[in-house]
């Protein structure tokens, strides 16, 4: 070490101060070629390329991909076109007698006065008995008609459980939201066999 001017003493030397440094906007150093990058590099394209031909390959025991699948239905199942109407004629004849006496039942209920009239409530429970006594016997009908059509069915069940719960649920005095509700759902429900059996010729 040599003494500086003002007698001060110079600074340690570090190792890297004789180093050239790249200047400030010089141009980039080249990076040095890594052989173990390519080596992973192409470990990893092979995995891939390994991966993709298995997502095609054809598991052991599996249907060829051409092979055609197998029909879900048996032979002589029965299908959803098959032709109901002998059936149904038989049902819309057995049941038109005893929609007409209910439709009289009902117009004769609902003409006695607005809802919540004395008139409307003094009719409510020979309305009740008159239709648990329809329900009884239309559902002996229905249950010895399995062979109808299953829309004809459904609808000719729901229209005869909407009238119970409808008969049921309901007390003198103003209509509840719910009783409204339920003899909607009735009327829906009964343009069902209403449909059916019209399309045949047999109205009540």
Known sequence: MHPQQGGGISPPQHPWASLPQQ???GPPQ??????LALVATVIAVAALVVGVIGLFRPTAGSAPASA????STSAGAPTSSADTSAADRALCNAIAPLMTDYDRASNDWTGSGPPGTPTRDAALPKYRSDTEDWAGRIQVVLDAHQDAGAFFRRTLQRFIDDRVLLVHNI???PSQPYDDEAWADSMTAYGGPLYVCGKLGINW
């Open 23 to 25: 200047p400030a906007g």
């Open 30 to 35: 080249r990076p040095r070629f890594s052989w």
């Open 171 to 173: 007390r003198q005095g």
């Open 68 to 71: 055609p699948a197998a029909s």
